[in-house]
């Protein structure tokens, strides 16, 4: 089994190398299991995983080929766009700065592989876009579906859990990202609360949901 070392995870980027995380500045306060928060003052920030050096590909096994997703329709009925994405030279990762976009981390497992977190992270929300599709990560309900979608593949994953993760280190947490263990699909975003004076958001929602099914042709 591999473990990395992460950073964090930024809805502008999403830091992938050491050992803490940070949402930047954006959004208001408030509480994960209320309403989503207001629009933001500056672009949220999501941090997630990286390793030193070139992250290794998970090992692909099976009888489907295994394909980068493409899109994810959130419970809502609310479909994402997702492109892959790797780091920034800081080493966060490169979250799209479209709040419709999400990115999904090429480093991790990708639909049809049969093990491993499917790391997708987005903004929660935007001072110049307004809310985000991903807000919804925040209230989502457990037993709910997403549907991820690749070229020629469908996976329908249900919601198990949604955890407050806050900034800091993610020695305990590489669950979020890792290619080991049973494969899940991951959703992050940034949560309540919102102090600007310690940088924007304090925590990262984390959404876990578990496929439902053997991957399809799409």
Known sequence: ????????????GVLLVTTTWGCAAAGSSGSSDGPAPAPSEASTSIATPTARGTVPPARRTGAVRPEPPAAA?????????????????????AVPEDIDVAGWWRGGSRLGDPFGSILVAAHVDSSTQGLGPFAELLTVDRGTRI???????????????????PQGSLADDSWIFDVAGPVRLTLVTCAPPYDASRGGYQNLAVVTAVPLGAPEAS
């Open 1 to 12: 089994m591999r473990t990395r070392r992460v950073r964090g995870l930024a809805v502008t």
């Open 73 to 93: 329709t959130l419970p809502s009925g609310r479909t994402v766009r997702i492109s892959p994405v790797g780091t920034t030279p800081a080493g966060f990762l």
């Open 147 to 165: 549907r991820i979608t690749s070229a020629g593949l469908q996976q329908v994953f249900q919601v198990k859990s949604r955890t407050l993760v």
